[in-house]
């Protein structure tokens, strides 16, 4: 079974710039998150897709943020314009349920995307 | 907000010698709480979770962590670490009955085994 990937693995832009993060989940999983880690600092929820439906956005840190589902499959994260502070790790996660009788499914992890803006 | 220490940022081990990292949560309700693992140049893997029962849980590669309501700890242990259990290790809370179901991390711990 292919895991949760990411592309690109790392992108390098200059400030004022846009760039586009994509995220394909584990095949069958509904929900789809996004993760931040910005430098010395824990990783940071982002939001959450159940579905295409945005379930949770609250993680996000400004309307320069832009999450997309189409189509309940791949997920894309765009960042338009991107500032020297959103350098980081941006990690996709994946989970089959959210609740199931009370119980949490395993969100599963992909590599990442490192993001550094100049 | 739920928050999640993790006290050590650094360890250094020698091969065999026993591994305690250090995770405590401040939330007083009902937790899911988990262990993820991420080796060099890997991504995050779960190492083990816990939702109920037992509270001492055991995980791959040897690790176990014990679950203490009473202290809001979930520390992870390990009696005797390899070279290839260095990585950075964090630890994890849930809510279960948040409708958000994202999880809130620690800042984690590199671990560096010596050979």
């Known amino acids: 079974e292919a895991g949760v990937t990411q592309f690109p693995s790392h992108s390098v832009i200059e400030k004022g710039q846009t760039v586009t993060l994509r995220c394909d989940p584990i095949?069958?999983?509904?929900?789809l998150y996004w993760y931040r880690r910005v430098m010395g600092k824990e990783i940071k929820f982002l939001l959450h897709?159940?579905?295409?439906?945005?379930?949770?956005e609250s993680g996000m840190p400004n309307n320069r943020f832009l999450a997309e589902r189409t189509g309940g499959t791949y997920s894309t994260l765009k960042v338009q314009p991107a500032e020297l502070e959103d350098s980081g790790v941006y990690f996709c996660?994946?989970?089959?349920?959210?609740?199931?009788?009370?119980?949490?499914?395993?969100?599963?992890f992909g590599p990442g995307t490192r993001l550094t803006v100049l | 907000a739920q928050s999640v220490s993790q006290h050590n940022h650094h360890v250094i081990l020698s091969e065999a010698a026993s591994l305690e990292l250090g995770c405590n949560y401040s939330y007083g309700g009902t937790v899911n709480l988990f262990w993820y693992v991420q080796y060099p140049g890997q991504h995050l893997q779960l190492l083990l979770k816990y939702f109920s029962g037992d509270p001492l849980v055991k995980g791959i590669k040897g690790f176990e962590a014990e679950f203490i309501k009473s202290k809001f700890s979930f520390n992870l242990r390990k009696p005797s670490v390899q070279w290839s259990d260095t990585a950075e290790y964090f630890c994890?809370?849930?809510?279960?009955?948040?409708?958000?179901?994202?999880?809130?991390f620690g800042g984690g711990t590199r671990l560096m085994v010596k050979p």
């Open positions: 994890a809370v849930l809510l279960p009955f948040n409708a958000g179901n994202m999880l809130t």
């Open positions: 095949s069958g999983h509904d929900n």
């Open positions: 897709f159940v579905k295409e439906s945005k379930q949770d």
């Open positions: 996660a994946s989970s089959q349920d959210i609740q199931l009788a009370g119980r949490t499914d395993t969100q599963y």
